[in-house]
């Protein structure tokens, strides 16, 4: 098991938090399977969504992994696209939220 | 203050519309920019935040439609994942007052939305203190108005509607805008509600040419104040 990664977030958003995060592995399951059809303009867009959201909510993390899966989308490479969605799973395996 | 959020992602939509209630904005989302094209013409907003990836028209293009069919320069700050200098370039020359790039910080897009407003009503009467508009003097502390020295007696609603359109004197208001500040948000008022204080405070405060005033219905829009000069009356 990891260790965990400890995030604070603003109390502010923490009626919207988990949401978010069941979003964001909704999305990762979303970008293995149009990785898998080899549809890297699905998953390009994804990643933008990811990368444009993810700092919002205070998860620098999420941003920087979205931008890593928009920019392997782009130049055409699933494979760089894949392992960035696998870290963004791993990284919110070992996310541990407090909210100040 | 009533702001139009163009924006189709959820999460983001939950962010911004979070941080602008909390701030006492009142936001409206769109989630197509078609569906903001169609209510622009009976609706009318404070300020705009468009987004640039949408599903139908890009945020670019309702941009250039609002600054095309829009009389009054709406304030339009663009928000957008996309960084290239280029791309902020090409929207700041294309009419948006500001740009964001997102993920957007709570602070600085409150901040910004501040200054935005600063530099684009600049003039807004009573933000600080009691204000004069020709024959009225307003004290929105003590919430009086007065004609030529002689106070008017006014209910609560009747003073918060005059203070609004006093605010934005030569605006064209929507119902619904006028609506929701004097009232705030209530599934049980309708717009009706607004044409018959409207009416009230025409004749109370004597809206009227004569005295150099227009208070304009708009057909299926809302009013504007106008102040005129006396030798319009006569063109009236």
């Known amino acids: 098991m990891a260790d965990p990664i400890i995030v604070r977030i603003?109390?502010?958003?923490?009626?919207l938090v988990p949401?978010?995060?069941?979003?964001?592995?909704?999305?990762?399951?979303?970008?293995?399977?149009?990785?898998?059809?080899?549809?890297?303009?699905?998953?390009?867009?994804?990643?933008?969504?990811?990368?444009?959201?993810?700092?919002?909510?205070?998860?620098?993390?999420?941003?920087?992994?979205?931008?890593?899966?928009?920019?392997?989308?782009?130049?055409?490479?699933?494979?760089?696209?894949?392992?960035?969605?696998?870290?963004?799973?791993?990284?919110?395996?070992?996310?541990?939220i407090e909210y100040v | 203050m009533r702001v139009a959020i163009l924006e189709d992602d959820p999460?983001?939509?939950?962010?911004?519309?979070?941080?602008?209630?909390?701030?006492?904005?009142?936001?409206?989302?769109?989630?197509?920019?078609?569906?903001?094209?169609?209510?622009?013409?009976?609706?009318?907003?404070?300020?705009?935040?468009?987004?640039?990836?949408?599903?139908?028209?890009?945020?670019?293009e309702v941009l250039k439609w609002m600054r095309e069919n829009v009389r009054e320069h709406a304030p339009v700050i663009f928000t957008t994942a996309r960084d290239r200098e280029e791309d902020?370039?090409?929207m700041l020359h294309a009419g948006a007052d500001d740009y964001l790039v997102k993920p957007l910080r709570k602070?600085?897009?409150?901040?910004?939305?501040?200054?935005?407003?600063?530099?684009?009503?600049?003039?807004r009467p009573g933000d600080e203190g009691p204000f004069t508009l020709a024959e009225f003097t307003v004290d929105v502390e003590s919430r009086t108005i007065q004609r030529h020295g002689q106070a008017i007696e006014l209910t609560q609603k009747d003073?918060?509607?005059?203070?609004?359109?006093?605010?934005?004197?030569?605006?064209?208001?929507?119902?619904?805008?006028?609506?929701?500040?004097?009232?705030?948000?209530?599934?049980?008022l309708n717009t009706r509600t607004v044409d018959t204080h409207v009416s009230r405070l025409r004749s109370k405060l004597g809206l009227t040419p004569e005295n150099g005033w227009r208070l304009v219905a708009i057909y299926q829009h809302g009013y504007r104040l106008e102040q005129i000069q006396k030798e319009e009356v006569y063109a009236v």
Do not use: M
């Not at chain 1, 909510?57 to 928009?70: H, K, M, N, S, V």
């Open chain 1, 10 to 15: 603003d109390r502010e958003l923490e009626v």
């Open chain 1, 19 to 96: 949401r978010f995060l069941d979003n964001c592995r909704r999305d990762i399951r979303l970008i293995e399977s149009t990785l898998a059809k080899k549809d890297l303009d699905t998953a390009r867009k994804i990643g933008h969504s990811l990368k444009g959201v993810g700092g919002g909510y205070g998860f620098a993390e999420i941003t920087r992994l979205g931008a890593a899966i928009e920019a392997a989308a782009k130049d055409g490479d699933g494979l760089a696209a894949a392992a960035a969605a696998s870290a963004l799973d791993a990284y919110l395996d070992a996310l541990q």
């Open chain 2, 11 to 60: 999460a983001q939509i939950d962010l911004i519309t979070l941080w602008l209630n909390n701030a006492g904005y009142n936001c409206h989302v769109f989630t197509y920019g078609k569906e903001l094209t169609r209510a622009l013409p009976r609706e009318s907003f404070d300020l705009f935040i468009l987004d640039w990836e949408l599903p139908d028209i890009s945020g670019a």
């Open chain 2, 88 to 90: 902020i370039a090409a």
């Open chain 2, 107 to 123: 602070l600085e897009l409150l901040a910004r939305i501040d200054a935005v407003l600063r530099r684009t009503r600049a003039s």
């Open chain 2, 159 to 188: 003073f918060d509607l005059a203070v609004f359109l006093f605010r934005n004197l030569g605006r064209l208001l929507s119902r619904g805008h006028i609506l929701e500040n004097v009232w705030g948000r209530s599934p049980t």
